[in-house]
């Protein structure tokens, strides 16, 4: 799996390249290494990958955005739902879903930036979650497109450490009620 | 009823139909080797892991029942994961029960232990880690349920030994709980009609048959599809035997080393109708240059091959039996409703083209030898064509037929004409030397009453040729045919043809070892062959040994190549026929 680390640089045609492709998956053991082994050897390309249990603990929903350039997405979900515990596959095109993602970042800041970085992250809905003598830790959970914006703000301040959890989704309410993806 | 684990595994087996298992034991199975001493089940002690593997899969093609295999922990488990490939890509249905050390010590590095469930992630259809003997009916149905139906394949149950030992009570597995495995069945009406009126309106029409007819029992449907629609069959590797191959419309087999009018049927055609295949590089060559002109129906059950290699004009996801009757079923309308619309008649024109291609371009090999002008004679080299065609002329038209891979593999593949289903065992997809012996073994285990013959390489041979001794012990009296010309054959053509016939690590020599004698220390007949005339008295001889195995060691042409061929990566356009059809006008 070649993921973050080949990575591009972000730009504006990464919404057309990375779909999200949210599984509902059966809590057994093995489950992830089975996605992700998949997905190394057909040559599928993860960007991001965030799993947890859902309401229920029988299942776990995992969302997983596939750089579509690596393979057509059609055979990423066929594959993928050709694992036995793979319960249920929902492509969520970005219009369609309502997507977050949180971050963590902890940059560098001397006394008069660091008035600019709280400012920055409450503007974006984040708060500062940690703070010593020249350096604050910021806690943003927002639009992944917002995320961005923000990871490049605080570029220029100089990022210590940072840590994104990977995109998550659920799809857009529907007049006539909840969707269950 | 309190039982053991292992107990409860064997029972679950039983309640399965197992009637046979290919193993061998060692010390982390050891304890679920106790109570097959009681059971109704006939346990095959094999030499090595790899044979217990290809015997079932060998097993499971001749009869479409699941193969079953047992072996212990780590290296058990690692000489199994060759035969698990291989039934993977061959979508061949295989149980496996491997020995796993005991729970507590899983992670620890303990004597014998390999992570068998990750090892075997991308060579299964599914695999469980079996950690709670109340499982064991459920996991048990859940392995065979998912080995058979759908697209059929191979699983693995990797079970500790703490597991085995411990005391469980026999429960009957609750009803199948897989809320992620739906494999389709029925046809998409919608899609069927489509595909007919695709059928009906084509004018250049193949029908392409794979694995996928011979598996799904399909093989009558079929031929009512020939029959109604008039279209050309060609059956490929893992197809053949699902159409009988003296119908007038069978083209052959497509592919890299197949005939002329198969391969260029297809290249020239305006439909393809897919069943059961995957589109294999083997069929397609260069996948943008395969099949200019053709629209496709692809009739298959696994969903994830349709559109894989090549887009599908109408995708018909569904059992291939149940695809194939409804088309049947679809066109018989049709044709009420439009009567001389399409059908045979309507393609007099291309199917006579292919038959003039098939008359002009048979299988072929030289016959006449320069030197003395007749095969037959004894200054001749033993051609290993001449070996296939007479070993076919002299055993029974429901003869099961198994092969290796390479040289020999084709020239079985092209010179045998197969009429029946499940009459022929190979290694296609993974292209797995060593397959012929074990598989053959399994192959008459499963159908006893039938006479089995293995057509092999010496290369091949040599890597699995231990399963003999098995077969001996259990009497279990196939017959293998090496066609031993002192190389790895395969390879050395392609190094005659593509590194300017620089050998490098090929020649194996034809008289070491000396194949007669090893077959006679495995307990079998050993014959020698080395002129024409002496093949068929050979091969009679054999056919009269019932009571042990037989070898037969072919001292066939070393120089001889495998034509046609279609060069790797290049067009089917360029497909490069026998030198002594070279000039004939296409």
Same mark, same amino acid.
């Given at each position: ?42 040559? #599928?390309?993860? #960007? ?10 029988? #299942? ?33 095109? *970005? !219009? ?5 993602? &949180?971050? &963590? ?37 927002? !639009? ?5 914006? #923000? ?19 659920? *799809? ?10 | /009823? ?7 595994? @064997? ?31 006939? %346990? ?91 499982? @064991?009916?459920? +996991? ?58 695709? @059928? ?55 592919? /890299? ?25 083997? +069929? ?13 129906? %692809? ?120 009429? %029946? ?56 009296? @196939? ?86 061929? +279609? ?20």
């Amino acid at each position: 799996m070649s993921a973050v680390a080949g990575a591009p640089a972000r730009g504006g045609d990464d919404r057309v390249r990375h779909h999200l492709v949210a599984l509902l998956v059966e809590n057994k053991a093995g489950v992830l290494a089975r996605i992700a082994g998949l997905f190394s050897r057909r040559g #599928f390309n993860i #960007f991001s990958l965030a799993v947890a249990p859902t309401h229920d603990p029988r #299942f776990s929903r995992v969302s997983i955005v596939v750089d579509v350039e690596s393979a057509p997405l059609q055979q990423v979900v066929d594959q993928l739902d050709k694992l036995v515990n793979v319960v249920e596959i929902t492509e969520l095109h *970005p !219009d369609d879903a309502r997507e977050a993602e &949180l971050l &963590l970042v902890t940059v560098s800041v001397d006394e008069d930036d660091r008035a600019e970085v709280e400012a920055l992250a409450s503007a974006g809905g984040g708060s500062v979650v940690d703070a010593v003598p020249g350096a604050v830790t910021v806690m943003l959970a927002a !639009d992944p497109a917002v995320v961005d914006d #923000f990871e490049d703000a605080m570029r220029e301040h100089g990022i210590v450490e940072l840590q994104r959890t990977g995109r998550i989704a659920l *799809p857009k309410l529907s007049a006539d009620g909840a969707s269950g993806a | /009823m309190e039982l053991t684990g292992a107990q409860a595994l @064997i029972k679950s087996l039983e309640t399965q139909g197992v009637e046979v298992v290919f193993g061998l034991p060692g010390g982390a199975i050891l304890p679920v080797y106790d109570p097959i001493i009681d059971s109704s089940i006939r %346990h095959i002690l094999v030499r090595h892991e790899q044979g217990a593997g290809h015997a079932a899969e060998g097993y499971a093609q001749v009869t479409g029942r699941p193969g079953v295999a047992m072996v212990t922990s780590g290296p058990g488990a690692t000489n199994i994961v060759t035969p698990l490939a291989d039934a993977y890509m061959d979508s061949i249905p295989l149980v496996v029960v491997s020995g796993q050390v005991a729970t507590s010590a899983i992670g620890t590095d303990a004597f014998q232990e390999v992570d068998t469930t990750g090892i075997t992630l991308g060579v299964t259809k599914h695999n469980w880690l079996v950690t709670d003997p109340a499982e @064991i009916p459920q +996991v048990v149905a859940e392995a065979f349920h998912i080995a058979t139906t759908g697209r059929p394949g191979p699983v693995l149950i990797d079970f500790p030994k703490d597991v085995a030992n411990a005391r469980t009570t026999f429960e009957p597995p609750p009803p199948l709980d897989l809320p992620g495995y739906k494999p389709p069945t029925t046809p998409d009406p919608a899609a069927i009609e489509e595909a007919a009126r695709l @059928i009906a309106a084509a004018e250049r029409p193949v029908i392409y048959a794979g694995g996928g007819i011979v598996k799904s029992g399909a093989a009558e449907a079929l031929r009512a599809l020939a029959d109604v629609s008039g279209a050309p069959v060609t059956t490929t590797l893992m197809g053949r035997g699902g159409f009988p191959e003296s119908d007038p419309r069978w083209l052959g087999m497509p592919g /890299m080393h197949g005939s002329y009018a198969a391969v260029t049927a297809m290249q020239r055609s305006d439909l393809l109708i897919a069943l059961g295949v995957r589109f294999d590089d083997r +069929v397609t060559g260069k996948v943008s240059a395969f099949a200019p002109g053709a629209k496709v129906i %692809h009739v298959e059950v696994d969903r994830a091959e349709i559109g894989k290699v090549r887009r599908a004009d109408v995708a018909v996801n569904a059992d291939c039996r149940l695809a194939v009757e409804a088309l049947v079923d679809a066109l018989r309308r049709l044709a009420s409703e439009r009567p001389g619309s399409f059908g045979a008649g309507r393609l007099a024109p291309w199917t006579a083209l292919l038959r003039g291609w098939k008359e002009r371009f048979p299988f072929t090999y030289d016959r006449e030898d320069e030197r003395s002008g007749s095969i037959t004679s004894g200054l001749a080299p033993l051609k290993p064509q001449y070996v296939v065609e007479e070993l076919r002329r002299s055993t029974p038209d429901d003869a099961i037929l198994v092969s290796g891979v390479g040289q020999h593999q084709m020239w079985a593949a092209q010179f045998w004409r197969f009429e %029946h289903p499940r009459t022929w065992v190979n290694s296609g997809g993974l292209g797995t030397m060593g397959f012929a012996v074990p598989a053959a073994l399994g192959a008459k285990v499963g159908r006893p009453e039938k006479m089995v013959w293995a057509v092999d390489g010496d290369g091949c041979f040599q890597m699995t040729a231990q399963e003999l001794v098995t077969a001996s012990a259990e009497r279990i009296p @196939i017959k293998v045919a090496i066609l031993n010309n002192a190389y790895l054959g395969m390879v050395r053509q392609w190094q005659h043809m593509f590194y300017e016939e620089r050998y490098s690590e090929v020649y194996l020599s034809s008289d070491l070892p000396d194949y007669v004698r090893w077959a006679e220390a495995m307990g079998c007949v050993g014959l020698r062959v080395s002129s024409p005339e002496e093949v068929v008295p050979a091969i009679e001889k054999a056919n009269e040994i019932d009571d042990r195995p037989v070898v037969i060691d072919f001292r066939t042409d070393s120089m001889e190549q495998v034509y046609p061929m +279609v060069p790797a990566g290049s067009s089917n356009d360029d497909i490069v026929v026998h030198p002594s059809q070279a000039g004939l006008a296409r």
